[in-house]
Structure formats: structure tokens, C-alpha cells
């Protein structure tokens, strides 16, 4: 039972450094929606998310883990970032 808790708290340890990268990457997503804002660029480039995923896809893959599984996830978060973007974007500065 030792063993098998000492892996839920890597597991633990792990699921804190991804929610910390989930913040950094929102962090950084702010400052693109401002950017863009202040260009004109619109908040959803589609060649920029289909490049995000598949990259992404690719990479997990080259680690044994399931490009599908990654595609969801990366798909997801994208979908959330552009949204976030688009909401940033139309507030009043």
C-alpha cells in the first residue's frame, strides 16, 4: 500500500505542475488576445490551431502515448483559448 501511495502523490505532484502550466498557458493567452486586439488579427487563425494540435499529436506520439487522446485534449484547450481570446478581445478597454 506504501507503493501504491507514494504514486498517487507523483500522480498528485504531476496533476499541480499541469494546472500551473494550464495558468502560465491562460497567462500568455491574455496577452495574445491583446495583441491581436491592437492589429486587428482575429482571435480564431485556423491554420495556427490545426498547426497547435497536430503538432502537438505528433509529439505525444514519439512519446508511445495516443495522438487521438492528445488531439481531444489539445483540441479542447484551443477551443477554450480562442474563446477566452474572442471574450478578451470584445471588452471594452
Known amino acids: 500500500m506504501k ?7 507523483r500522480i498528485d ?9 494550464f495558468a ?7 496577452e495574445v488576445a491583446v495583441i491581436k486586439a491592437e492589429h486587428g488579427i482575429p482571435s480564431v ?3 495556427r490551431v490545426t498547426e497547435v494540435i497536430e ?3 505528433k509529439y505525444a506520439e ?3 502515448l495516443d495522438p ?10 484551443v477551443d477554450e483559448a ?6 478578451l478581445m470584445k471588452k471594452p478597454a
Open 3 to 9: 507503493l501504491l501511495q507514494a504514486h498517487r502523490r
Open 13 to 21: 505532484e504531476l496533476d499541480d505542475r499541469i494546472v500551473r502550466l
Open 24 to 30: 502560465e498557458r491562460y497567462g500568455i493567452i491574455e
Open 45 to 47: 487563425l485556423a491554420d
Open 55 to 57: 503538432r502537438n499529436a
Open 62 to 64: 514519439e512519446l508511445g
Open 68 to 77: 487521438d487522446l492528445v488531439r481531444r485534449i489539445y483540441t479542447l484547450m
Open 82 to 87: 480562442c474563446a477566452m481570446e474572442d471574450r
